[in-house]
């Protein structure tokens, strides 16, 4: 049993919003994990090309109980059940909560609901101290938003007006007959791709709102691909890489917007396209320019859904919600 467990002092958190199973135990007095878990659906809805919400509800019936069975020696130690409520697939929402209430009243202990989006923000503090404020960048398969954060509060400054920055890449990627998720993999033929092929509109480049539209964008890249008689492996990297180059270059450009006159201090990124390096890297490029060095974004393993991050949120929402 790990030093820092003493009597009562663990928090048990559940993800289930999507497509991923995730169980984790955070100490609260110091925010170290002692037991994280997940399983991945990405090879059953990749046959698909996306999620199946009826057949990610089954999975996660099969594999949640299967973790939740390896946490059982932690139970005498427990002081509250944190887990996903919104947003997400209600049929996938649904099991996590089921199982989150029976732990709460088995055990007689807390049970705590968790707004997914802040969870990834708290993705940024898993076993360390929180930082605020923050303007934070979260980009999903279900989100693209601008926030500024407060060590108890939040303001949207900007969102998505149809389709997210990571459900762009998954939608481009089955276009293009390739693997789910699509963001890892159009990410990767971009790296052998000449993106200066095909110029794309930039979504809202004219509009002075900080606002994001990927509809449009989308439907430029359809377009090029019916017309084009060989899509070859080259062929399908110039597009993954013009694309991405223009999906990327609308977020620096309404981000640009906002920095001229709230230039950022600390400044992260979140979410599961959050991983994306090209992305990354256009950011660390223009908070340069505007003089911003505190860059963060969550380690890679937590960009995507994770339960860890519900618990890190769980344990500052005990202390005072945000």
């Known amino acids: 049993m790990a030093d820092c467990i003493h009597k009562k002092n663990l928090l048990l958190s559940i993800e289930s919003s999507c497509d991923d199973s995730s169980i984790a135990i955070t100490c609260v007095d110091d925010y170290k994990i002692v037991f994280s878990e997940k399983v991945s659906q990405e090879s059953e809805h990749d046959k698909y090309g996306g999620v199946v919400p009826e057949l990610a509800s089954r999975l996660h019936l099969e594999a949640l109980p299967k973790i ?31 199982m989150a209430k029976a732990i709460s009243i088995g055990l007689d202990i807390p049970l705590i609901p968790i707004n997914h989006l802040q969870g ?10 929180t930082q605020f404020p923050i303007c934070c960048l979260l980009v999903s398969g279900g989100h693209t938003k601008l926030m500024q954060v407060e060590k108890n509060s939040s303001k949207t400054i900007g969102e998505t007006m149809d389709d997210s920055f990571g459900e762009s890449y998954d939608k481009v990627a089955k276009m293009l007959g390739l693997s789910y998720p699509g963001g890892p993999i159009v990410e990767q033929y971009a790296l052998s791709g000449d993106e200066n092929r095909w110029t794309f509109p930039v979504p809202l480049r004219q509009s002075p709102q900080i606002m994001f539209s990927y509809s449009g964008l989308k439907n430029a890249v359809r377009i090029v691909i019916n017309k084009e008689p060989n899509l070859d492996k080259q062929t399908k990297s110039d597009i993954c890489a013009s694309f991405q180059k223009t999906a990327v270059s609308h977020i620096i450009m309404k981000l640009k917007k906002h920095f001229r006159t709230n230039p950022p201090q600390n400044f992260a990124v979140v979410g599961g396209a959050s991983a994306n390096i090209y992305l990354q890297d256009e950011l660390k490029k223009l908070l340069a320019k505007f003089d911003c060095a505190n860059f963060q974004a969550p380690l890679m393993k937590y960009c995507g859904d ?5 618990g890190r949120c769980a344990i500052e929402k005990q202390r005072k919600p945000l």
């Open 68 to 98: 939740f069975a390896k946490t059982e020696r932690y139970f005498p130690y427990l002081c509250a059940v944190a887990v996903t409520t919104a947003p997400g697939l209600k049929v996938s929402l649904t099991q996590g909560v089921s």
């Open 120 to 129: 990834h923000i708290y993705s940024l503090f898993i076993q360390k101290e």
């Open 306 to 310: 994770n339960a860890e991050m519900i």
